[in-house]
């Protein structure tokens, strides 16, 4: 089966970076899209990024674009979140998902598979 499993978060300040990882099984990761999504204390899970498979193409909420960088390394099955001037509001549970195809069509009801979870903390 597919496994997701997620790497890399902590406690930081604001300002500072976190590098997020995902490392993938169960399926060729070369041929999905895949995508990072959060969720905040009390609000829903909300999409963050994703990019296609070859990692040519990128999508970001605009609430990170400029901060955050979505890229996958398809030899180590694994695709990162590279996130800068973290702000407190950045403060979440950080998910990995995958998708069910190729291409992000911007619909994230086409991710089939997540991982765990890794939680990211903000101090201002």
């Known amino acids: 089966q597919v496994q997701l499993v997620e790497s890399g978060g902590g406690l930081v300040q604001a300002g500072d970076s976190l590098r997020l990882a995902c490392t993938a099984s169960?399926?060729?990761?070369?041929?999905?899209?895949m995508g990072w999504f959060r969720q905040a204390p009390g609000k829903d899970r909300e999409f963050v990024a994703a990019?296609?498979?070859?990692?040519?193409?990128?999508y970001y909420d605009d609430s990170v674009k400029g901060r955050f960088t979505i890229s996958r390394d398809n030899a180590k099955d694994t695709v990162y979140l590279q996130m800068n001037s973290l702000k407190p509001e950045d403060t979440a549970v950080y998910y990995c998902?995958?998708?069910?195809?190729?291409?992000?069509?911007?619909?994230?009801?086409?991710?089939?598979?997540w991982g765990q979870g890794t939680q990211v903390t903000v101090s201002s």
């Open positions: 990019l296609d498979w070859s990692g040519r193409t990128t």
């Open positions: 169960g399926r060729t990761f070369s041929n999905y899209a």
């Open positions: 998902a995958g998708h069910r195809s190729p291409y992000y069509s911007g619909s994230n009801d086409e991710f089939d598979y």
